[in-house]
């Protein structure tokens, strides 16, 4: 009892004595959102996998590296159109890119399977993402280096730091073949191989990993009823959750009309490029995010599940 007493007299007389704030790979995790032991290392250190900052694009007749059936991230924004092969964002998981002046970061983490864009900014301020090496959830998590914030990409928020709890906006992207990409929009940009990073962008580090019914890193809750790695189209509508697996929509003629969060929306899905989006009953593009099923339903365990007849 002394020695307890003893120490919290220390604490409070002798600041710098006090228990120092959990860190990893460098990141102050005080106060983190998340249980600090539930954040742990992918492996590479800070920067270890390094975002593309200032990212060089070829128009679509010279982006002859790319074969039909490979995959690409699209964005459309701004009357602007990119496509980011997945075999670059393997070895960099972020791209940060602007449309017509405006700050966008493209992210994709290869274990959950999950492209995402979002507008880099809050409150007016332009963020600057990099990859931390800490996952959470088996997803990367992204730091900004304005204010070493640790951001989830899949819940879209600061978990860590001085933004922390702030969320970041999402915007519609495609995850595709660049064959279909590139009929839609052949007047597309489509981001260089020259990174300035020396990679084998014909190769991946992953290749056996998508096959696999393993998981790398634990999970907070394991899915069940699809092969973990069945890909869904995921979507959030005021709060609620809902996954579209690639094996229920192969069931439908490749676009359904569905009631969701009392909203009406449409789902499509093209089974021959392995692709699918989810728009408004105006047409507009609803952001949504194609996934792993094991980590959708890892960040989501409510989720609603579309099943085909």
């Not at 670059?88 to 492209?115: K, M, R, S, Y």
């Not at 969701?260 to 989006?277: L, P, Q, W, Y």
Request: aromatic share 12%; with cysteine; charged share 20%.
């Amino acid at each position: 009892m002394k020695s307890l007493q003893t120490i919290i007299v220390l604490t409070l007389l002798l600041p710098g004595l006090a228990i120092a704030a959990p860190m990893k790979n460098g990141f102050d995790l005080a106060g983190s959102l998340v249980p600090v032991n539930e954040m742990i290392s992918g492996g590479p250190p800070r920067d270890g996998i390094p975002a593309i900052d200032h990212p060089k694009f070829v128009t679509a007749v010279k982006a002859s590296f790319l074969k039909p059936g490979d995959r690409v991230l699209g964005v459309v924004r701004n009357g602007v159109v990119k496509a980011y092969p997945i075999a670059i964002l393997n070895w960099h998981e972020i791209v940060n890119d602007n449309f017509d002046g405006e700050p966008v970061a493209v992210t994709f983490c290869p274990l959950c399977g999950t492209g995402m864009a979002f507008l880099a900014g809050i409150n007016g301020k332009t963020l600057n993402f990099g990859v931390s090496g800490l996952l959470y959830n088996s997803d990367v998590l992204l730091y900004d280096r304005q204010t070493q914030s640790l951001w989830s990409q899949i819940m879209r928020t600061a978990i860590s730091g001085p933004w922390k709890g702030q969320r970041l906006t999402d915007l519609p992207l495609e995850n595709t073949s660049w064959a279909d990409w590139k009929q839609r929009y052949p007047g597309t940009l489509v981001l260089s191989q020259d990174t300035g990073f020396p990679r084998d962008y014909r190769s991946s580090p992953y290749s056996t990993y998508i096959t696999s019914e393993q998981v790398m890193f634990p999970m907070k809750f394991r899915a069940q009823g699809f092969h973990p790695k069945e890909e869904v189209i995921g979507v959030e509508i005021s709060g609620q959750f809902k996954a579209y697996p690639f094996a229920e929509l192969a069931k439908t003629s490749g676009e359904i009309l569905d009631n969701f969060a009392d909203k009406h929306i449409i789902v499509r899905f093209n089974v021959e490029h392995r692709s699918g989006t989810i728009h408004d009953t105006a047409g507009n593009a609803l952001p949504s995010v194609i996934a792993f099923w094991f980590a959708w339903y890892g960040f989501h365990p409510d989720t609603e599940i579309f099943h085909g007849k």
